[in-house]
């Protein structure tokens, strides 16, 4: 960066020349010096007017200008900023597009423990694909013997296994001890407080997942040549309706401990009075993605299997 600033500056004084670069300083510095408390001559010829500007700390008989030293911080802000500015416009210019391709989609969605930035924007880049590139979707139901299978395989099961995991902790928080305020239970993300905002760092990942997988449901229709969505999407669809029933029932029971008027006397909550709106938000993104689904596969979910449960779920979507 230092380097890279040198140069800029050596390279205008080799093309303007070092008394123009300097004639162009001195005039951003004089329109900056109307707010400085000491005129820059002063502090570079000498001048006696700034000498009289000099400030005494109480109880000190040198003088102290505290004048001259905030002229030197604003002056050492602007070339720092100067340096800053020139360094962010050759980052953004040397940063080049980045392809993701099929097989960094798969492991990226994947990824949970070593960079967890990397599964949000793996199941961001799913979502993306399912919505606006027909030609890389369509590549995601092409029988691949290298990957064992078709990419829509280990995206169902992902999919499946990230939309389990986090009913199994809705259902998990739903019938936590009512009391566990202890420092111990805060620390150790026992707390029901913590333990609601740790489950809904994963909100978005389910969000982007179930908007993805209805998307290409629907696309299957037509780009499914191998008919490879009808082997999954059975799991897909009932890990969607059990995540539907858990969500709304954490909702509904408005734990006082998560939502608005979480004090020893909590206040009743009307609507959707709650402190966590991500979780109205995946609720309807989840319901939103299996209405979907079960517009565009209703006359092939006889031949599907459902629990009792997701069964009686499922024909409240059928119905409207």
Same mark, same amino acid.
């Given at each position: 960066g230092s380097a890279l600033f040198s140069s800029l500056w050596s390279t205008l004084c080799v093309i303007f020349g070092p008394k123009a670069v300097i004639a162009s300083l001195s005039t951003l510095v004089s329109i900056f010096g109307r707010f400085l408390p000491v005129r820059l001559e002063g502090l570079y010829y000498g001048d006696e007017a700034a000498d009289d500007q000099q400030l005494e700390m109480p109880g000190e008989g040198t003088g102290v200008s505290w004048a001259t030293g905030y002229t030197l911080f604003v002056v050492g802000f602007l070339l720092i900023a100067s340096w800053e500015v020139a360094r962010q416009v050759v980052w953004v210019v040397l940063t080049g597009r980045v392809r993701f391709e099929v097989d960094d989609l798969l492991v990226a969605i994947r990824d949970n423990t070593k960079h967890p930035y990397a599964r949000h924007l793996g199941f961001l880049h799913l979502e993306t694909i399912s919505s606006h590139y027909?030609?890389?979707?369509?590549?995601?139901?092409t029988l691949d013997r290298k990957r064992g299978g078709s990419a829509w395989r280990h995206i169902s099961e992902t999919i499946v296994q990230t939309l389990n995991q986090m009913t199994s902790s809705l259902f998990d928080l739903h019938h936590m001890p009512p009391r566990s305020d202890s420092l111990y239970a805060y620390l150790f993300n026992i707390h029901p407080v913590a333990r609601g905002e740790a489950v809904a760092q994963d909100s978005q990942v389910c969000i982007w997942a179930c908007q993805a997988v209805a998307s290409l449901a629907i696309a299957a229709l037509k780009e499914d040549s191998y008919g490879e969505v009808n082997r999954t999407l059975a799991d897909v669809l009932n890990a969607? +309706? %059990?995540l539907s029933i858990a969500v709304r029932d954490y909702i509904q029971a408005k734990d006082p401990r998560v939502f608005v008027g %979480?004090?020893?006397?909590?206040?009743? +909550?009307?609507?959707?009075?709650? %402190?966590?709106?991500q979780w109205i938000y995946l609720a309807t993104s989840v319901d939103t993605a299996i209405h979907r689904i079960v517009n565009g596969y209703y006359e092939h979910l006889k031949a599907f299997e459902f629990p009792p449960e997701h069964l009686e779920r499922l024909w409240h979507f059928t119905k409207h």
């Open positions: 027909p030609r890389i979707r369509k590549s995601l139901f969607m +309706l %059990a %979480a004090k020893r006397n909590p206040v009743i +909550l009307r609507g959707h009075q709650i %402190a966590r709106s």
